[in-house]
């Protein structure tokens, strides 16, 4: 048995070394990246002193606690949080990568030291077994090889100590993991990790570079140039990814994607030197295009969280030429407001103001946000749909506790419970804002109870809270430069893969009711909730509302047989008899009145700039018999007249008409009938003409 595990560790070790051959010859082949790269990891042969510390600490606030009971390897007081400094921002990232690794192979590492032996020692105390942990896993990920020390590096003299404790050991380490090996028929240690965290590791292997174009430093046709200049193509999709290509994003016109295995080559590019390409997921660009698709010209931004300077600094500069100005909530201290000011200002961002207050601390009536329309709100959530989390919790300063969770591969009720009641109160406040128009509403969490039910429980109390005009669901509108189809669903979702992370998207817009479907009582709530009317007013407002139906029924009696009389017909009518009584006497005025009273039945209104139209006699006129010659020679001259008329409008004058002899019609008694009248005042240029003093019907 010795023997065998002896050829099993043999055959393991070149297994590794061709492995580490080949990676070696995959990074030297990109064109020399390794000697440009200025970052603190030593290819295989371990970190500096700094990232071991920083890797510790954040493993002790973040390991798997277990009962007393079954407690053999004993950790220090994790009470405190930790405090870190860090070299730059990789050391802070490989400082969370390798404390993350720990945490996934914790129980094979304990084993380990409890098999050789190696633990417990009297000379290291408790709170140095997470140093020693961590170190642990290093050393076998560089098959037990001893570290290169670089005479720059600074030392740490607790680092040292573990580390050349380790060293001694270094044949009963490799062998309890043999050992461990044989008893579990595992080539690797990778082979413990359970089916979920390994789906996980592979899809973030696998997953594409999210970048996006800050279009303040660069436009996207010199992008694309300087890309083709440094030898990458353009592609359609992820599907056609071949070393040095890249493609556009189908949502958003200014997201790019790059194949995974580029990111220590793209990193040193001088297109992320100078902050013209930024490295973000997906997610929070689809968030930022969301809310700029909502802004109309001058529109402010809320930006309810500081999370991420990225997802600030991208709204900035897809709304830097509409004169809207970007307020981002929850910056404490003057410490932070300086750091965030500087990359802002290295980012070229000039349209960013800073809150001290928390967001849901912002009173309803503010001055500085009288302006804002539109609330983008990405709360703390879950972000179990992230496919990397180290970058996620780096980018948007998260805590590393993530990591565990994402390691169980679930939350705790009660943690799930106390972030979607913070949710819902957040979107809850943002919903008060009388003069926002709609909210943006994005997490990276795969449970309805922090997405769908949250956006549905604030519109419940919205509905009952609110008398202003209610939010309502609508499909979200990312760019109008995308290549993407309008959704038609009414929450954005995608699933965690090998192409994107997980998010969730809902957009909360303002109803916008038409004035048919609006009531006068709606229209003074709203008024009212706004603080523009009084109880006063709205009571006289009542007032006039029955007055208006008033008026309607009356209209509504003075409709024709041919349909609705206009609304011109009925203004110059009242003008025609206005002036017709300034015109006449009295008397005249008021058996003429009279008579067109008796006679309305058989007086059709009609669309005319004559002042004498066919339409405008009596029907009885036309029936009876025929005019004389006087008669049809007027009908000629009123004829060409109203030919006249159509062409050119005249402006209102009194003139003098002379008219023919009026033939009786039949039935008519002589006593009854009038005299003709030689003379009459009307208007020209008129619709319609009044006045004129027709025989009575019998």
């Not at 070299?87 to 802070?92: A, G, H, I, M, T």
């Not at 698709?293 to 809320?302: E, F, Q, S």
């Not at 048919?516 to 009212?528: M, T």
């Not at 008519?668 to 025989?695: D, E, L, V, Y």
């Amino acid at each position: 048995m010795p023997g065998s595990e002896s050829n099993l560790v043999s055959l393991h070790e070149d297994v590794t070394n061709v492995t580490s051959d080949l990676s070696e010859m995959k990074i030297s082949d990109e064109k020399g990246s390794v000697e440009k790269r200025t970052m603190t990891l030593i290819e295989k042969n371990g970190y500096h002193d700094s990232v071991y510390i920083n890797a510790a600490k954040i493993f002790q606030s973040i390991r798997t606690e277990k009962c007393k009971e079954g407690i053999l390897v004993r950790y220090g007081d994790d009470s405190a949080s930790p405090m870190m400094t860090f070299k730059d921002e990789y050391s802070q990232y490989v400082s969370h990568e390798l404390a993350f690794s720990a945490l996934k192979y914790q129980d094979l590492l304990e084993e380990i030291l409890l098999d050789s032996c190696v633990y417990p020692c009297q000379s290291i105390p408790d709170e140095l077994t997470s140093l020693l942990v961590v170190m642990l896993y290093d050393l076998q990920d560089r098959k037990f090889q001893a570290r290169e020390i670089c005479d720059e590096e600074e030392s740490v003299p607790e680092v040292r100590k573990i580390e050349h404790y380790l060293n001694s050991f270094r044949t009963k380490l490799a062998a309890a993991l043999a050992r461990w090996r044989v008893k579990h028929d595992a080539l690797s240690i990778e082979y413990i990790l359970p089916e979920t965290i390994r789906k996980q590791e592979q899809r973030a292997s696998a997953l594409p570079l999210c970048v996006w174009i800050n279009t303040l430093k660069i436009s996207l046709e010199d992008l694309f140039s300087d890309l083709k200049k440094k030898g990458f193509t353009r592609v359609e999709s992820v599907s056609d990814f071949d070393r040095y290509t890249y493609c556009v994003d189908q949502h958003c016109y200014d997201v790019l994607f790059f194949p995974s295995s580029l990111k220590e080559e793209l990193l040193n590019l001088d297109l992320f030197a100078d902050c013209k390409l930024l490295l973000q997921d997906k997610s929070r660009s689809l968030a930022v295009h969301s809310a700029q698709a909502l802004l109309n010209a001058g529109d402010d931004v809320i930006v309810a969280h500081v999370g991420s300077h990225l997802t600030i600094a991208h709204i900035s500069a897809l709304t830097i030429h509409s004169m809207s100005r970007i307020f981002v909530c929850g910056v404490k201290s003057s410490a932070k407001a300086d750091e965030l000011r500087n990359l802002f200002s290295h980012m070229g961002c000039k349209n960013i103001h800073l809150l001290h207050e928390d967001f849901t601390e912002i009173g309803l009536t503010d001055l500085r946000i009288q302006e804002a329309k539109v609330i983008l709100l990405l709360p703390q959530c879950s972000a179990l749909g992230v496919g990397n989390p180290i970058d996620f919790i780096l980018n948007e300063h998260r805590d590393a506790g993530l990591l565990r969770d994402l390691f169980r591969g679930s939350v705790s009720e009660d943690k799930l419970s106390i972030m979607a009641e913070r949710q819902l109160n957040e979107l809850m406040h943002a919903m008060k804002f009388n003069e926002v128009q709609a909210i943006v509403y994005c997490t990276c969490s795969i449970y309805p109870e922090e997405n769908e039910l949250v956006v549905k429980k604030a519109l419940e109390f919205g509905v009952e809270e609110n008398q202003v005009q209610p939010y309502r669901i609508i499909p979200p509108v990312f760019s109008t430069s995308s290549n993407s189809e309008p959704s038609t669903e009414t929450f954005f979702k995608m699933e965690p893969s090998e192409v994107s992370s997980g998010c969730f998207l809902a957009v909360l817009a303002r109803e916008k009711d038409s004035p048919e479907n609006v009531s006068v009582q709606d229209i003074l709530a709203r008024a009212a909730a706004k603080g523009l009317l009084d109880g006063i007013v709205v009571e006289k407002s009542k007032e006039k509302e029955k007055k208006q139906k008033v008026t309607q029924r009356t209209q509504h009696r003075h409709i024709t047989g041919s349909g609705t009389e206009p609304k011109t017909s009925e203004f110059l009518r009242y003008r025609t008899v206005s002036k017709a009584e300034v015109c006449v006497s009295k008397a005249v005025s008021t058996k003429q009145q009279k008579n067109v009273n008796r006679t309305k039945g058989y007086i059709q209104l009609k669309k005319s700039v004559s002042p004498v139209s066919g339409s405008a006699l009596p029907k009885v006129l036309k029936h009876t018999s025929h005019l004389s010659p006087a008669g049809k020679a007027y009908e000629r001259q009123t004829s060409a007249r109203k030919a006249r008329a159509q062409k050119e409008r005249l402006v209102l004058k009194p003139v003098e008409i002379v008219l023919p002899p009026v033939i009786t019609p039949y039935g008519i008694s002589q006593r009854n009938k009038p005299k003709p009248s030689n003379c009459f005042h009307g208007w020209t240029g008129a619709k319609g003409w009044a006045g004129r003093m027709f025989p009575p019907p019998v």
